[in-house]
């Protein structure tokens, strides 16, 4: 069995900054992308920001400037900076990672979700 577990969510005023964690736990060869997508009340998921292993990060454009992603490698976790927060970045944050597992192959696993609130 793997794991992400997200942690780092919570209430903040706008301009404020919050840093969300993922870790990915269990038995895996080997991580690929990792990144964070985020759903609105009402609205669809969308993509936040990724980070392949070795590649470039992508970024939505209504947090380019804003927000940072980062991983480390050693302890198989994904970071979200997020800084200058608006009230229309509240959502439940997933974490995402895509896995090499020694017994499942590769998988595709998302996070529990983190609430994150703006307050305006």
């Known amino acids: 069995q793997v794991h992400l577990v997200e942690s780092g969510g919570g209430l903040v005023q706008a301009g404020g900054s919050l840093r969300l964690s993922c870790a990915a736990s269990?038995?895996?060869?080997?991580?690929?992308?990792m990144g964070w997508y985020r759903q609105a009340p009402g609205k669809q998921r969308e993509l936040v920001a990724t980070?392949?292993?070795?590649?470039?990060?992508n970024y939505a454009d209504s947090v380019k400037g804003r927000f940072t992603i980062s991983r480390d490698n050693a302890k198989n976790t994904v970071y979200l900076q997020m800084n200058s927060l608006k009230a229309e970045d509240t959502a439940v944050y997933y974490c995402y990672a895509r896995v090499r597992t020694p017994t499942n192959g590769n998988l595709a696993l998302w996070g529990q979700g983190t609430l994150v609130t703006v307050s305006s």
């Open positions: 980070m392949p292993s070795g590649g470039t990060t």
């Open positions: 269990g038995s895996i060869f080997s991580i690929n992308t």
